[in-house]
């Protein structure tokens, strides 16, 4: 039996995106730079909402791009034989730009891993920092956010589940845990 409990709404989305957005701009001092690469899917609509707000802040329009990082996991045999290859769409030079990669949820940290060979196709990047909605730990890598919304204590057989409106018609983040 499965038992959901609900950890942000709409409004902690908003709240926290806000929050991000503010520590990229003071730590950078500005945007000069600065690319965001949201990881697909969920990661891809949270970037462009972190570039809306740094917009927003600092006037600057960020390039923002989307990654399918598919073919670059290493258990992709494991999900599919014939694994779901979207495009990704990095309309801009990646050389020498600090690029944040955006993710909803960090996990063991092999999605990135995948996600920093993936870039590493497109270019030469002068930095590479991790946003994330969601860390809820258990690391298989040494791969830590830079920029964090919240940790969620949690046991391996536990599910985050990530909507955002965008995509699921709701901005909602739950925990699915096996009872």
């Given at each position: 039996?499965?038992?959901?409990?609900?950890?942000?709404?709409?409004?902690?989305?908003?709240?926290?995106?806000?929050?991000?957005?503010?520590?990229?701009?003071?730590?950078?001092?500005?945007?000069?730079?600065?690319?965001?690469?949201?990881?697909?899917?969920?990661?891809d609509?949270?970037?462009?909402?972190?570039?809306?707000?740094?917009?927003?802040?600092?006037?600057?329009?960020?390039?923002?791009?989307?990654m399918?990082?598919?073919?670059?996991?290493?258990?992709?045999?494991?999900?599919?034989?014939?694994?779901?290859?979207?495009?990704?769409?990095?309309?801009?030079?990646?050389?020498?730009?600090?690029?944040?990669?955006?993710?909803?949820?960090?996990?063991?940290?092999?999605?990135?891993?995948?996600?920093?060979?993936?870039?590493?196709?497109?270019?030469?990047?002068?930095?590479i920092?991790?946003?994330?909605?969601?860390?809820?730990?258990?690391?298989?890598?040494?791969?830590?956010?830079?920029?964090?919304?919240?940790?969620?204590?949690?046991?391996?057989?536990?599910?985050?589940?990530?909507?955002?409106?965008?995509?699921?018609?709701?901005?909602?983040?739950?925990?699915?845990?096996?009872?």
């Amino acid at each position: 039996m499965k038992q959901t409990r609900p950890i942000l709404n709409d409004q902690d989305f908003k709240r926290i995106i806000s929050r991000i957005a503010h520590e990229i701009t003071e730590i950078h001092r500005g945007a000069k730079d600065l690319a965001l690469v949201g990881i697909q899917t969920r990661g891809d609509f949270l970037a462009k909402r972190l570039a809306d707000q740094i917009r927003h802040i600092e006037g600057v329009t960020l390039p923002v791009g989307s990654m399918d990082i598919n073919m670059y996991r290493d258990d992709w045999t494991k999900i599919s034989h014939q694994p779901i290859v979207r495009p990704s769409d990095i309309p801009f030079n990646v050389d020498d730009k600090i690029i944040i990669l955006v993710d909803d949820v960090l996990y063991t940290g092999r999605t990135i891993r995948a996600a920093m060979e993936a870039l590493m196709d497109f270019g030469r990047p002068a930095r590479i920092e991790l946003a994330i909605l969601v860390d809820r730990g258990h690391r298989e890598l040494p791969i830590q956010a830079d920029y964090r919304g919240i940790f969620v204590d949690t046991e391996h057989q536990d599910t985050i589940h990530v909507h955002v409106s965008e995509h699921d018609n709701q901005d909602l983040v739950f925990k699915e845990i096996d009872k």
